[in-house]
C-alpha cells in the first residue's frame, strides 16, 4: 500500500514539533484554559499540562501513521451508502472511529467536568493536520464530534444558559449536557447545515423557514444539501425566521436568519427510532470519501432556537470562522503528505542517469513545496492561537473579569488585538491553505509521472480529496472578498492608522538595519500600493466625488455607494490582493520567528525568494489589467436593465 507510513506522524516531522517544543506562546494559553492552575482536577503547572499535550499528540501521531494511513486506499474505494433512509459507512470506517472513541479523542477540548480532556483548542488544530496527512475525510468526520459538542457550549454560553460556580470554578449546568455528553462517549455527532439548492455562497437566499407552532415549538421545514456528516443526530441548522425587509440589500436576507438545534432523530430505550428529519441521498463525490455528504428534508421538524432570534448569522459565523481554521490544517495535513510521496518517489526514480529529484525543475519543484508548507503552518498556528486566545479572553471577561478596573480594560485591549489578528488572518488562511494544497497535490502527480495518474502511489487521490477545500466553509472568492472587504473597511474606518502603517513600513523597507526585516516591509508596502490604488479606482464616476477629500472624509462619501457596482475593480482583484496579503503575513511571522530563532531565518528566505518576485507580479496585475473586463460588465448590465424596461 503506497501511502502506508509505519511510524508517528508527530515525530517525524520537525517543523511541526519546533511549535510545540519552541514556539507557541503556551504560558498564557494554557493560564487561561486551566484558570492560573486552579481549575478542579488541572494540571499544576506549565510542564505537566505540556507533557501531556506532547504525549497526546505523540499517541495521535502513532495511531495515525498506524491505524488510519495503512487504510487511505480503502478509505478512498468503500464509500458511504444509503439504504432505507439510514446510511451505512464500510467497516473500515467504522473501525477507525472505534478506535477514536477508545483513544477518547471526542472530549479533548471540553471541560473536564463535562467529561473531556479541557486541553486548549490549537491541540485539536494541530491533531487535525496530522490525521489528515493520513486522510482527510476522517478528520472532516472525525471535527463533526467535539467540534460540535465545543459549539453546543459555546452557543449556551452565549446565549446566558450555562451557569458557572465560580468558586469551584466549574460548569454548574449547561442546556445541551446530555448531548454533549453523548458526542463525547461517541455516540453521536453533530454537523452544520447551511447549503440549500439555492443558497451556496449567497447565504441570505436562504429559504428554509422556522416557525413556532399553536404549542411554541419551534417548527422547521426546507431542504440541506451537501452536508457533511449530515446523517448526525444533533444538526445546527440556520433558518428564516424573519422576513427580508429590504429586497434591493444583498445582504438584508441575513438578519432575518435564527438558529436551530434539530435532531434528526431520537431511540427510545428499546432501541425504537423516531424520526425527525429524512436523509434523502449521498452525494457521490470526486474525493473525500470517507464522509458522508448528505441532503436533509426537513418537514415541520422540531427544533430549539439558539440565542434570541435573527441572530442566527452571528452564531453561524461563531462556527465557521473556527471551521475556517480547521480548512487550513487539513490542507497542510494533504499537502505534507504530497511533498513527502513525491519525496521519497523522486529520490529513487531513475531518469537520464540520476535521481529525478537532482534533476533542476524538480527540485525546485520539492524545494518550493516544502517552502510554502512551511509558511502555511506559520500561518496556521498563528491564526489559531489568537482566534483561541480571543474566545477564552471574551469568556474570562464575561465570568470573571478582574476586578480592578485599569486590568480589566487591559484585558478587554488584549481581546481586542487577539481578534482583530484572527480576524485578518483566517479568510488568508483559508484561502491560501486551499490553494497550495491544490497546486502541491498536482505538483507530487506530476512528480510521479505515469505513476502519479494512476492510483498505485496514492497521489491522485490526494488532489481528488484536496479539491473540496476552496469550496468548503466559504469558497476560496467569498474567503477573498471577505478579506478585501475587511481591508477596504478597514481603512475608511481609520484612515489615518493606514497612513501611518504605510508610512512605517515604508520607512523599515529603506531604513531597517536587518535585510530581512527590509525585504518583509516591501511586501507589506507593495499590499498598501495596492489597497491605495483600489481605493483611488474605485468605479470612474463615484472616485470622482473622492478627490481633493482627505482620507477622513471618505467614510462619509462612501455611505452612497452601491457595493455591487462600486466596488467592482477591487472584487476583480479581490484573490490577487488576497494572495500578496497571504504572502506578506507569512513573511511577517517567520521574520518574527527568525528573531526569537535564529536557524529559522532560512525558512524566511526560502519563503522571500518565491514572495518577491510574486508581489511584483501580482501588483502589476492589479494596476493594470481589469479595465476591459469591467467595461464589458458595465455595458451588458446596462443592455439588460434597458431590454428590462422596455418588456
Ligand atoms: C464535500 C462537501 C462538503 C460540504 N459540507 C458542507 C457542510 O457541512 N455544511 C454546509 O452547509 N455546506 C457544506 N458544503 C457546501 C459548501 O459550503 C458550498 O458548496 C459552498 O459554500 C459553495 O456554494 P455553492 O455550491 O452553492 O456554489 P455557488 O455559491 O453557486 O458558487 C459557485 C461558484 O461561484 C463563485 N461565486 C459565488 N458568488 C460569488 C461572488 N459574489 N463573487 C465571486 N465568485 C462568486 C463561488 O466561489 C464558486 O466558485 C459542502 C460541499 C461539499 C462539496
Known amino acids: 500500500m503506497a501511502n502506508f507510513r509505519s511510524g508517528n506522524f508527530y515525530t517525524d516531522n520537525e517543523d511541526l514539533k519546533f511549535y510545540v517544543d519552541k514556539y507557541i506562546d503556551w504560558e498564557p494559553l494554557v493560564e487561561l484554559t486551566e484558570f492560573d492552575y486552579k481549575a478542579p482536577d488541572g494540571f499544576k503547572d506549565l510542564d505537566e499540562a505540556l507533557d501531556v499535550y506532547r504525549s497526546i499528540l505523540e499517541m495521535v501521531g502513532e495511531f495515525t501513521a498506524n491505524e488510519i494511513a495503512p487504510h487511505a486506499k480503502k478509505l478512498d474505494e468503500e464509500h458511504p451508502h444509503l439504504k432505507d433512509g439510514i446510511v451505512h459507512f464500510p467497516d473500515v470506517t467504522d473501525t477507525i472511529f472505534e478506535k477514536i472513541n477508545d483513544l477518547e479523542l471526542h472530549g479533548l477540548c471540553l471541560p473536564r467536568g463535562l467529561g473531556g480532556m479541557n486541553c486548549p483548542f490549537v491541540l485539536f488544530m494541530l491533531l487535525n493536520e496530522i490525521m489528515a496527512r493520513a486522510d482527510v475525510s476522517i478528520t472532516a468526520h472525525n471535527g463533526f464530534h467535539g467540534g ?46 447551511i447549503t440549500e439548492p439555492g443558497a451556496g455562497s449567497d447565504m441570505a437566499a436562504m429559504s428554509t423557514k422556522a416557525v413556532k407552532d399553536k404549542d411554541g415549538i419551534w417548527r422547521v421545514s426546507g431542504q440541506k444539501i451537501f452536508i457533511t456528516s449530515g446523517h448526525a443526530k444533533y444538526h445546527f441548522v440556520i433558518a428564516r425566521t424573519e422576513k427580508q425587509e429590504d429586497t434591493a440589500d444583498a445582504f438584508a436576507g441575513l438578519k432575518g436568519l435564527s438558529m436551530f438545534l434539530v435532531k434528526a432523530f431520537e431511540d427510545d430505550e428499546n432501541g425504537n427510532r423516531t424520526h425527525y428529519a429524512t436523509f434523502d441521498s449521498l452525494e457521490d463525490k470526486l474525493g473525500h470519501h470517507g464522509s458522508a455528504t448528505v441532503s436533509i428534508g426537513y418537514d415541520e421538524s422540531p427544533a430549539e432556537l439558539i440565542g434570541k432570534r435573527g441572530e442566527g448569522f452571528k452564531y453561524m459565523l461563531m462556527l465557521m470562522n473556527n471551521a475556517r481554521v480547521g480548512v487550513g490544517f487539513e490542507s497542510i495535513g494533504i499537502a505534507e503528505n504530497a511533498l513527502r510521496l513525491a519525496k521519497e518517489y523522486a529520490a529513487e526514480r531513475f531518469s537520464m542517469g540520476k535521481t529525478i529529484d537532482k534533476h533542476e525543475m524538480i527540485a525546485d519543484y520539492l524545494d518550493e513545496m516544502q517552502t510554502d508548507i512551511q509558511g502555511l503552518r506559520a500561518l496556521a498556528v498563528k491564526s489559531s492561537y489568537h482566534e483561541e486566545m480571543t474566545q477564552k479572553l471574551n469568556l474570562m471577561l464575561m465570568f470573571m473579569p478582574p476586578a480592578d478596573e485599569k486590568e480589566r480594560k487591559a484585558m478587554e485591549r488584549e481581546m481586542k488585538q487577539h481578534q482583530m489578528t484572527s480576524r ?6 483559508k484561502y491560501q491553505g486551499a490553494e497550495k494544497a491544490i497546486e502541491i497535490s498536482r505538483r507530487s502527480i506530476q512528480i510521479h509521472g505515469g505513476y502519479g495518474y494512476s492510483t498505485e502511489f496514492g497521489a491522485e487521490k490526494l488532489l481528488r480529496d484536496a479539491m473540496v477545500l476552496p469550496i468548503y466553509e466559504g469558497t476560496s472568492q467569498i474567503q477573498s472578498l471577505m478579506a478585501m472587504k475587511d481591508n477596504l473597511m478597514g481603512i475608511l474606518k481609520n484612515p489615518k492608522d493606514f497612513v501611518a502603517s504605510n508610512a512605517r513600513a515604508l520607512w523599515l523597507s529603506r531604513s531597517s538595519k536587518s535585510r530581512n526585516e527590509r525585504r518583509v516591509a516591501t511586501l507589506r508596502v507593495r499590499c498598501g500600493r495596492a489597497l491605495q490604488f483600489l481605493m483611488t479606482r474605485l468605479a470612474g464616476k463615484k472616485a470622482k466625488e473622492l478627490r481633493g477629500q482627505p482620507f477622513s472624509k471618505w467614510s462619509t462619501i462612501f455611505q452612497n455607494w452601491n457595493p455591487k457596482r462600486d466596488f467592482a475593480l477591487a472584487m476583480l482583484h479581490a484573490e490577487r490582493l488576497t494572495r500578496m496579503l497571504a504572502d506578506a503575513a507569512i513573511c511577517e511571522e517567520l521574520l518574527r520567528q527568525s528573531e526569537q530563532f535564529p536557524e529559522r531565518a532560512e525558512v524566511l528566505e526560502r519563503y522571500l525568494e518565491r514572495a518577491e518576485p510574486r508581489s511584483k507580479f501580482l501588483i502589476s496585475e492589479i494596476t493594470k489589467t481589469g479595465g476591459r473586463l469591467l467595461e464589458t460588465l458595465e455595458e451588458e448590465e446596462e443592455e439588460e436593465a434597458t431590454e428590462q424596461k422596455a418588456s
Open 148 to 193: 460540535m459538542a465545543m459549539a453546543m457550549l459555546l452557543f449556551s454560553i452565549m446565549e446566558g444558559s450555562t451557569e458557572f460556580d465560580l468558586d469551584n470554578l466549574e460548569i454548574k449546568k449547561t442546556r445541551f449536557e446530555d448531548a454533549i455528553q453523548e458526542i463525547i462517549a461517541g455516540k453521536a455527532w453533530g454537523s452544520m447545515d
Open 424 to 429: 485578518m488572518l483566517t479568510p488568508l488562511l
